[in-house]
């Protein structure tokens, strides 16, 4: 049952002395990638196809936008199952699916091999990439606002045809999705409390949409719907706040050649002060340094967030840690939480963030948590060995410091060449500096495998990663007070040296009579010996080691030795 009204359609060919009162762009531009992912609630490989899609729109926004239909066989519910199915969605399986498994998709219903548009989870960044390197023949442009006092919501579309499309006719469609669903997933792990995201829950236009019969250059259209949003669909509540539309044009009811989307302004919604916080798309692991963690912050009220508090704890210890800052209701941004934790991180770390107050007002957030690793040891001359796979257009290779700025960049490197380099990099000593590779369309270094390794000014390894997935990686390490580091350390306090001939490493201290305490670890972050005010400590094995040493006063100082 549709619940929607064409409340004005019209196709106006515009002289120059109209074109002002249009948003829309008259530029050449990229053409977006329209996503429609076939799922359900009982298929248990779906949540991998969701996280593919999730990092997708995260490393792509405004590039590509998705619809999740619920449909057929895996998306029937058991008696005490929601039903998120729809009509159209049916509809939708029947002419594309045609028995392909689940889960599966669409990238703007183009056919890039055999004979239909589906294809399976594995293919839709590359294909999705692939539509973005060509032309829109025509830009779109949308707006939306949704009025709780009489539950309408109110679409605005424009259309710029920059070139012809060799068509009698094109079909706009204007689909209607939310997000932040609560229910059951085969496969999720979380029982009824897994969110689905993207849903498709109706369409303001007729499934195959609105004909759009003037498809020439330099010709306007515009297009303005109103659609009462039910209070359920399906017996599915229906949130405005969690509402996105999503607008796509096509070459009959396939060859999408563009898409855009939008989520509504909500006027008269009274949403309390509300916000939460997840994860940066580089999630904490391995090795840390940063002097801040990042985050996400949801702004889930209709005010404007302007600060937020968070405790964060390191290995025990906790501080309270402000962000300044402006979110628009109802919006998502990037934000970076500053911590001063240089002095706390060890050797294995424990932290946690919990969002305790927004705008000034106490608030019980939510909390992230997890561990890692110490940053690992270098010299102030580190070596980069890194390769690179076909598609290095995608990727970027740097050194930040501790406080995320970029100190070098490497590349870019030529595509379709997979091929290994070497570089160099000059820093400073004592200091905390971060590797790190990224991925602009979330698949990583993966076609085929790449990698990276960072050794001392010695050919010591201090880090690789041999598996660069998703959007990127990051390795962590510090710069030694002396800019060679082999057989012999020393510092102002203490002198750490190799006997090869009884096996052992040596550690003499400056001066006598101050405790301290050791612990000796090997470049995998294992634990090897420990001890208080010992001199001597027997090593069973050739490799790098990295000695801590700790004083009275809590004052830290780490050294690397390579033993042979």
Aim: charged share 15%; proline share 4%; glycine share 8%.
């Amino acid at each position: 049952m549709k619940n929607y009204y064409l409340f004005l359609a019209s196709m106006l060919l515009i002289c120059n002395a109209g074109v002002a009162q249009y948003q829309v762009s008259t530029e050449v531009q990229p053409k977006n990638a329209l996503l429609e992912e076939f799922t359900g609630i009982n298929c248990g490989n779906c949540p991998d196809a969701h996280k593919i899609v999730a990092n997708l729109l995260l490393a792509q926004e405004h590039t590509v936008y998705a619809i999740a239909i619920h449909s057929g066989y895996y998306a029937s519910p058991f008696p005490d199952q929601p039903d998120f199915r729809t009509e159209e969605g049916e509809t939708l399986d029947a002419t594309f699916v045609a028995g392909s498994g689940y889960p599966c998709g669409m990238i703007n219903r183009h056919i890039f091999a055999g004979s239909i548009p589906i294809m399976s989870r594995s293919n839709w960044t590359l294909c999705a990439k692939e539509i973005h390197q060509e032309d829109a023949p025509v830009n779109l442009y949308v707006t939306a606002t949704y009025s709780a006092a009489d539950a309408q919501l109110s679409v605005h579309v424009e259309g710029y045809y920059t070139s012809d499309v060799d068509a009698e006719q094109n079909l706009l469609t204007v689909a209607l999705t939310q997000n932040n669903i609560k229910g059951p997933q085969s496969g999720g792990g979380v029982g009824s409390d897994y969110v689905h995201q993207h849903m498709l829950r109706d369409y303001l236009t007729p499934l195959w949409g609105d004909t759009i019969s003037d498809c020439t250059a330099g010709t306007y259209f515009t297009k303005d719907y109103t659609y009462t949003v039910p209070e359920y669909i399906n017996d599915v509540a229906v949130e405005p706040a969690e509402l996105e539309v999503i607008v796509f044009i096509a070459n009959d009811k396939t060859d999408v050649l563009n898409v855009t989307g939008v989520k509504p302004t909500c006027e008269g919604l009274e949403l309390p002060l509300a916000a939460e916080i997840s994860a940066y798309r580089i999630p904490v692991q391995g090795t840390y340094g940063f002097n801040f963690y990042e985050l996400y912050l949801r702004n889930k009220s209709n005010e404007t967030l302007t600060s937020a508090q968070f405790d964060v704890t390191v290995n025990g210890t906790t501080m309270q840690c402000l962000w300044e800052g402006e979110i628009a209701p109802l919006a998502t941004s990037y934000i970076k939480v500053p911590v001063d934790q240089a002095s706390l991180i060890e050797t294995s770390n424990d932290y946690s963030i919990q969002l305790t107050a927004v705008n000034g007002e106490a608030y019980d957030g939510n909390t992230i948590d997890g561990t890692f690793r110490g940053p690992a040891v270098s010299t102030p001359k580190t070596l980069i060995e890194l390769r690179t796979d076909l598609y290095a257009d995608e990727n970027t290779w740097c050194i930040k410091d501790a406080d995320g700025n970029i100190i070098y960049n490497y590349g870019p490197y030529e595509t379709n060449l997979k091929e290994v380099y070497n570089e160099i990099a000059e820093l400073e000593a004592d200091k905390t500096y971060c590797f790190e590779v990224t991925d602009a369309w979330a698949n990583g270094v993966q076609s085929p495998r790449g990698y990276f390794k960072l050794y001392d000014d010695s050919n010591g390894l201090v880090a690789q990663q041999l598996e660069i997935t998703g959007h990127g990686y990051r390795s962590f390490f510090t710069t030694s007070a002396t800019a060679g580091i082999n057989k012999l350390a020393t510092s102002g306090d203490f002198a750490v040296s190799y006997n090869k001939s009884a096996r052992e490493i040596n550690i003499t201290p400056a001066s006598a009579g101050n405790d301290y305490a050791v612990a000796v670890y090997n470049l995998s972050g294992v634990l090897m010996a420990q001890g208080n005010n010992i001199t001597a400590i027997p090593v069973t094995s050739k490799g790098a080691y990295i000695i801590r040493i700790t004083t009275g006063n809590d004052d830290t100082q780490i050294f690397k030795i390579i033993t042979n």
